[in-house]
């Protein structure tokens, strides 16, 4: 039987156990909306904005591990995507957008709402199509949901042009085969092996854990790897819930804004375990002057990883989780080192280290102190809730107050640090997972970038949490000019901010507000038991910075603290 | 340094943009590009010339490696291999000169493939010194009109370097 090419793609979408897409109609998508209309398989959520339908999507994928699905109209439908999805291609996440087109006779005429979303798109995409013919539409799906989810995961784009959702053809489910395309999973043995004989041999390893580690679902390796070995492990931003963030091993975050201790250690370290993770600037600081000491395992599924930032002593090509296995097993079976007393004497420096400088901030009785409020959340969710974060001192706070046990607790844009992308993600993390607590993590100014999404939170009845910490400026670019521009604080005030209270109520949803200390752990309470859409607007005080910090183009260990007014090095400017 | 790229690609709508926004996108220069169908008219054949480091030079080959329609990369400069490259050249030589600008063409085993009231048009195929080492001597009769097609490249049969 014939099907029109809307139907062929809710079939295929079927196909791929596709629940939940996140989308905005348009001229171009008609068709398609039409036969979701009485669809029962597979639901649309209609965000409110084309980029939150994307982070929604986004949001969804990290949460659950499936690909995120989204689907919007040509031209501005389109465009309006892009952010999304270089958000998600920056952290590798498998993402699907679905991008109507013009027809294909006016493609290339600038015909109404026309836009080159496959151009426009193909830097910040893995892979990019655009169908011509509704013969190929079923192959390509499945072809861009392997892509999608395969090696190094991240999004893929499908330009669709009306005619072909109109055209109509058998429906098929081919075997697909990417001649191009053979990502390497299994790390080469012997390169395995003498990472394990270089592990043995050392005296001050430490693992650092990254985004790869979660997405390969490899976190049960990593801690038996750390726990059998006796190797500290600290994580990058996108690493966070990788280790358990509780564990006496864990170091917490290094880099820009690490603990003290994470970045002694690298810094003082003989080994370095580098695990699915890129050497990112925010990570290595001054690149000459990182781990001066430390030979490098690097293990990722990403050849280009290896060696574009730093040197590398043993370059390990494959999937984290098959990698780990094996290094696991050649450790316990073949090298069989005993550390014992080795490893104490490394791991008690680190924990003088620890004992010097722990990741601590002033309190309050009068203001609301930030890192108390993350403290509280952390408390009152018990650890067991899904987190979201906005991009400015509220995502930094969180990675360095919260505890991530788990993987894919903490939803965070790293790589390209999107503002607007809490919100929408919580969304999607709330319907990969309805029964769980999803809280987002907001700034005064990166909430209203996509305060919109409020609609569809209460619409769909979801019990998102949004905390937000109020300190009526761009925080983090206020502390950059307090710092580095002499105080001089060019537009980053945000003189009027909206009465979240207010607005939250006038979407339906729920608003607290909390001035001082003590109302926070009231309102928190409050907010976790309502199963509705709430805003909480936390009051804090606007002149706290986020420390330690290190400069931009200083080394790692050259880092600024809370009490030190001065700066390290009078001299280092600022680079962004 | 120098490095003469050499890539099998899936003949495809959009493969040349993706590989020109990489180079741009990350800053790498290409001096020069040529491509063309093989004897499979589904897959063509790139030639690159770029440069860089070491460092550079591997990153290219493995983001090269990393976009889905790229088959096969190779550096030929780890190779032995032969270069070619074509050009054309149109002079317009005083008519002292004119004898001058045949017996050049004739030494560097070039061919007249047109010739008109005021000028000739010579081509010339071989490496790269060969073409510059002509086009040098060319300079002072009068060129008024050069096209160069870019390198191609092919590896000697069996031999590493
Ligand atoms: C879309 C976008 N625009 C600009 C920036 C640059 N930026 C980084 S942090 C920041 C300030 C964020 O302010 P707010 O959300 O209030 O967070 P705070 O730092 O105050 O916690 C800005 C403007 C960005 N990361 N993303
Ligand atoms: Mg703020």
Redesign the pocket.
Do not use: K
């Given at each position: 039987m014939k099907m029109s090419g809307a139907e062929i793609l809710i079939e295929s979408l079927k196909k791929e156990g596709v629940k939940h897409i996140f989308g905005y109609p348009g001229g171009v998508v008609l068709n398609i909306f039409d036969s979701l209309y009485d669809n029962k398989e597979v639901q649309l959520i209609l965000t409110r904005h084309e980029q939150g339908a994307v982070h929604a999507a986004d949001g969804y994928a990290r949460a659950s591990g499936k690909v995120g699905v989204a689907l919007v109209t040509s031209g501005p439908g389109a465009t309006n995507t892009v952010t999304g999805i270089a958000t998600a291609s920056m952290d590798s996440i498998p993402l699907i957008v679905f991008s109507g087109q013009v027809s294909t006779m006016l493609i290339g005429n600038d015909a109404f709402q026309e836009a080159d979303i496959v151009g426009i798109s193909r830097p910040c995409t893995k892979y990019n199509y655009l169908i011509k013919d509704v013969k190929d539409l079923s192959r390509i799906v499945k072809e861009a949901f392997y892509l999608a989810r395969s090696g190094r995961p991240g999004p893929v784009l499908i330009d669709l042009p009306k005619d072909v959702t109109v055209s109509k053809a058998e429906f098929t489910w081919p075997e697909i085969d990417i001649r191009s395309y053979k990502p390497t999973y299994e790390g080469n043995k012997w390169m395995i092996t003498q990472a394990a004989h270089l592990i043995a041999k050392s005296k001050k390893p430490v693992i650092i854990a990254g985004g790869g580690v979660i997405l390969s679902g490899g976190s049960k390796e990593l801690r038996e790897l750390a726990e059998y070995t006796e190797i500290p492990v600290t994580m990058t931003l996108m690493g966070l819930g990788s280790f358990p963030g509780t564990h006496t091993l864990s170091l917490g975050m290094l880099g820009m804004h690490g603990t003290y201790y994470a970045n002694k250690a690298v810094q003082g370290a003989d080994l370095l375990i580098a695990i699915g993770m890129r050497f990112d600037d925010r990570v290595t600081g001054k690149i000459d002057a990182f781990a001066p000491h430390a030979k490098i395992i690097h293990i990722d599924i990403d050849p280009t990883s290896i060696r574009k930032n730093v040197r590398v002593d043993i370059p390990i090509v494959g999937d984290v989780k098959r990698v780990l296995t094996v290094l696991n097993k050649v450790l316990k079976e073949e090298v069989k080192e005993q550390w014992g007393e080795v490893r104490k004497a490394w791991l008690r420096q680190i924990n003088d280290w620890r004992q010097e400088r722990p990741m601590t901030y002033t309190h309050s009785d009068e203001v609301i102190k930030p890192q108390f409020v993350i403290e509280k959340i952390y408390e009152l969710s018990k650890g067991d809730a899904i987190i979201t974060t906005?991009?400015?001192?509220?995502q930094m706070w969180t990675a360095q107050f919260y505890k991530f046990d788990k993987p894919r607790t903490l939803l965070t844009s790293g790589g390209l640090?999107?503002?607007?992308y809490g919100f929408p993600a919580a969304i999607g993390a709330q319907f990969a997972h309805p029964n769980k607590l999803v809280i987002d993590i907001?700034?005064?100014?990166?909430?209203q970038?996509n305060i919109q999404e409020l609609a569809t939170a209460v619409i769909n009845k979801l019990p998102v949490k949004v905390a937000i910490?109020n300190?009526h400026?761009?925080?983090?670019?206020r502390q950059w000019q307090e710092l580095f521009f002499n105080e001089r604080y060019s537009y980053s005030h945000?003189d009027v901010v909206p009465d979240f209270v207010k607005v939250a109520e006038a979407y339906g949803a729920v608003g607290f507000k909390a001035t001082k200390p003590s109302e926070v752990e009231p309102v928190l309470k409050e907010a976790f038991k309502i199963k509705k859409t709430v805003f909480m607007d936390f009051i804090i005080d606007w002149k706290e910075k986020v420390y330690p910090m290190v400069p931009a183009g200083a080394a790692i260990d050259q880092m600024m603290f809370e009490e030190q007014k001065e700066k390290p090095e009078k001299k280092l400017k600022a680079v962004k | 340094m120098r490095h003469t790229i050499s890539l099998l690609v899936e003949n495809k709508f959009g493969v040349l943009s993706r590989i020109a926004g990489l180079f741009s996108g990350r800053g790498y220069n290409i001096e020069s590009l040529s491509v063309g169908e093989t004897i499979d008219p589904q897959i063509s054949v790139m030639t690159i010339v770029t440069s860089g480091d070491d460092q550079i030079i591997e990153q290219i080959t493995k983001q090269l490696n990393k976009l889905i329609d790229v088959i096969k990369v190779v550096d030929m400069t780890e190779l032995d291999h032969v270069e070619r490259e074509m050009v054309l050249i149109k002079v317009a030589p005083r008519q002292e000169d004119k004898a001058e600008v045949l017996r050049l063409a004739e030494i560097f085993r070039g061919r007249v493939v047109d010739s008109g009231q005021k000028t000739y048009t010579i081509e010339v195929t071989g490496d790269e010194k060969k073409i510059e080492a002509i086009v040098e001597l060319l300079k002072p009769m009068g060129i008024k009109e050069f096209v160069r097609t870019g390198k191609i490249a092919i590896a000697r049969e069996g031999i590493k370097k």
């Open positions: 906005e991009v400015g001192q509220n640090g999107t503002m607007g907001a700034g005064d100014g990166s909430i970038m910490l300190n400026y761009l925080g983090m670019v945000l | -």
